[in-house]
């Protein structure tokens, strides 16, 4: 199944006028149209692999047919996507889920989708079939120095894996921790962990960084050894210049005011990128700006303020990728959401009047702030997003396009109604 420039041209052509007149209107109210739309024009957001199947929860899960069987058919989704939006043009690949036969082709493949390869991700949270020691209490942290060396041997893999496609970034996220008081020595668990980090870090290309993610609770629901981002930054201190923090959206205790901790993460130089997902309880990894958007525009909000101050460049100094997984929707449908909720959040940022946030502030006005920062996020943007999708050749309405040209229908038709994607 191809998106061809036939069926974007038919499908924006019928668009076109409806389309201008919004954009009119929009360019009317605000006065860096064009500035915003380089900018988006320029953003891209990474898909992970495992997020091309059906999610399921502990408790069933619900193929919706058509599902990616292997790498390839994942790198096809992706590049249905990225034809559609013209903003998901890179991949995040799961090892062991998603290990390459042949790499080269794997590269070229993806290539031929106008798709890089973003971060790699590792996983000792599981254990493999040929695996000979069992992570079931813990890997880099674990007791037993042979389990540790084990999986460090593993992440030290999955970065050969990613150079050979052209990887520059690996994502270590641990389920590392304790389920009941007293089961861990705290320290001796951090200590093994910061050891095991650092004989994977000693292993990375130069120009590669390393992301540590961390995560309040589950599997583990007492402790997690890398459990907020306080313990992630120790850690990526301690590393050295090539390690970051990573942020989850939906790692953290409810009302956790993420945007703080953007901000400050930023001003230590310290953020290293960004899973994004939505979460009404705990790590619901919903769509991205289905429960929550005026958060995600406050952490925009935080990102480009912070990157501006740094001079830091919004399309490649950070990482950018969705990490989501669902039982109701269409994989393709919800990631084409996902993309367009971080561009009208991102555009809405990018609306924010410093000058007269900062002048506000400055006077302890308070209401003058609220109203500067909700202004813009009550501007409806879309028309400025469509417009950068439509100058990068992508469609008006990437989801409308989905749905008109059956694109579920021909891959259910193509790989069947029973394919199982690898993966949560
Ligand atoms: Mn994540």
Not at 4 to 28: C, G, M
Not at 413 to 418: A, I, N, V
Request: aromatic share 8%; net charge negative; with cysteine.
């Amino acid at each position: 199944m191809k998106i061809t420039p036939n069926h974007i041209e038919a499908h924006n052509q019928a668009r076109l006028v409806q389309h201008v007149k919004r954009l009119d209107f929009l360019t009317s109210e605000i006065n860096n149209a064009d500035a915003i739309l380089k900018k988006l024009m320029d953003f891209q957001v990474a898909i992970p692999s495992w997020a091309l199947g059906t999610g399921g929860t502990r408790f069933g899960r619900f193929p919706g047919g058509g599902e990616p069987r292997d790498l390839e058919e994942k790198i096809e989704d992706v590049g249905l996507l990225h034809a559609l939006n013209c903003s998901s043009g890179a991949i995040s690949l799961h090892i062991p889920w998603d290990i390459p036969k042949d790499g080269e082709a794997i590269k070229q493949l993806a290539a031929s989708h106008g798709l890089r390869f973003d971060a790699v991700n590792s996983n000792t949270f599981q254990d493999q079939d040929n695996q000979a020691l069992s992570y079931k209490f813990g890997s880099l942290q674990h007791m037993d120095k042979a389990v540790r060396q084990q999986a460090v041997e593993h992440n030290i893999e999955v970065i050969k894996q990613g150079e050979a496609l052209g990887s520059e970034s690996i994502t270590v996220w641990l389920s590392d921790g304790s389920c009941f008081p007293g089961q861990l020595n705290f320290r001796q668990a951090f200590q093994n962990t910061l050891e095991s980090l650092r004989e994977i870090y000693a292993t990375l290309p130069k120009h590669w960084k390393m992301f540590i993610e961390y995560k309040a609770y589950e599997p583990n629901f007492y402790s997690m050894t890398v459990g907020d981002w306080g313990q992630s930054l120790l850690y990526v201190q301690k590393l050295g210049p090539q390690a970051f923090t990573l942020v989850d959206l939906g790692h953290h205790l409810p009302n956790a005011n993420i945007e703080q901790i953007v901000a400050l993460l930023l001003m230590e130089g310290k953020l290293g990128g960004f899973h994004f997902n939505d979460s009404k309880y705990g790590d619901d990894d919903l769509t991205v700006g289905s429960i929550r958007p005026y958060q995600l525009f406050l952490i925009f909000n935080e990102l480009v303020e912070g990157m501006d101050a740094l001079g830091m460049s919004h399309a490649t100094d950070l990482g950018w990728m969705i990490d989501a997984s669902h039982n109701v929707k269409d994989p393709l449908e919800d990631l084409a959401q996902s993309v367009e909720a971080i561009q009208i959040a991102y555009a809405q940022a990018l609306l924010v009047d410093r000058k007269a946030l900062n002048a506000a502030q400055m006077d302890n006005d308070t209401v003058r702030c609220q109203e500067i920062l909700q202004s813009a996020f009550r501007t409806d943007v879309r028309g400025l997003v469509a417009e950068a999708r439509l100058r990068l050749g992508g469609a008006l309405k990437p989801l409308g396009l989905f749905r008109e040209v059956g694109v579920r229908k021909e891959l259910v038709r193509e790989r069947g109604s029973k394919t199982l994607a690898t993966g949560l």
